[in-house]
Antibody, heavy 123, light 113 residues
Framework: EVQLVESGGDLIQPGRSLRLSCAAS????????MHWVRKPPGKGLEWVSG????????AYADSVKGRFTISRDNAKNSLFLEVNSLRVEDTALYYC????????????????WGQGTLVIVSS | DIVMTQSPDSLAVSLGERATINCKSS????????????IAWFQQKPGQTPRLLIY???TRESGVPDRFSGSGSGTDFTLSISSLQAEDVAVYYC?????????FGGGTKVEIK
């Protein structure tokens, strides 16, 4: 059974930084692209960033480009998101999600999601 | 960036009746080399994580009831629930994975009338 467990969310002041983590199990982590998707309170889903299976392709939403950095450690079955220069509008539940295409050269929709970790940016 | 526009924002449907959700993309999601539309549909029930329902525009994910179907091609897509059940109350999202940044529609809230 695929399990994705996020951690690292916190109440934090604007301008500060956080490191979000996602521990994966139940599948061959190193074969799949991974994503971060967030859901601000009362709003819809927003794709934040994706990284392919071997870290060779990385992409970001325009709203976070230059502030957020996605990475993965396939040896430790872990996904990360460094979030810097946080803004109030970054407040959201951050989900880790698994891509569905094994060692795919193209992006694929997410077929498994974690429960999310909450980031609240407030002074 | 590709903009995904869903309509309506919300709809109320009687149990057993059909629910139809539309999604329009700002550019074609059809990749000519494989004739596939790079669009997926997700369901998010209250307090739960999103669930993949449909990918490639019309392929049901394993375990998804056959009352859910996806249709359309190019820029116009539809998710249909043929006979609404109480457990289908949720927010539904379309997402394009044709190119980055991947983008979601704004969501459609489905309720029971």
């Amino acid at each position: 059974e695929v399990q994705l467990v996020e951690s690292g969310g916190d109440l934090i002041q604007p301008g500060r930084s956080l490191r979000l983590s996602c521990a994966a199990s139940g599948f061959k982590f190193g074969d799949y692209a991974m994503h971060w998707v967030r859901k601000p309170p009362g709003k819809g889903l927003e794709w934040v960033s994706g990284i392919n299976w071997n870290s060779g392709v990385i992409a970001y939403a325009d709203s976070v480009k230059g502030r957020f950095t996605i990475s993965r450690d396939n040896a430790k079955n872990s996904l990360f998101l460094e979030v810097n220069s946080l803004r109030v509008e970054d407040t959201a539940l951050y989900y880790c999600a698994k891509g569905s295409g094994r060692r795919s050269v193209e992006w694929s929709p997410s077929d498994s999601w974690g429960q999310g970790t909450l980031v609240i940016v407030s002074s | 960036d590709i903009v995904m526009t869903q309509s309506p924002d919300s709809l109320a449907v009687s149990l057993g009746e059909r629910a139809t959700i539309n999604c329009k993309s700002s550019q074609s999601l059809l990749y000519s080399s494989n004739n596939r539309d790079y669009i997926a549909w997700f369901q998010q029930k209250p307090g739960q994580t999103p669930r993949l329902l449909i990918y490639w525009g019309s392929t049901r994910e394993s375990g998804v009831p056959d009352r859910f179907s996806g249709s359309g091609s190019g820029t116009d897509f539809t998710l249909s629930i043929s006979s609404l059940q109480a457990e289908d109350v949720a927010v539904y999202y379309c997402q394009q994975y044709y190119t980055t940044p991947l983008t979601f529609g704004g969501g459609t809230k489905v309720e029971i009338k």
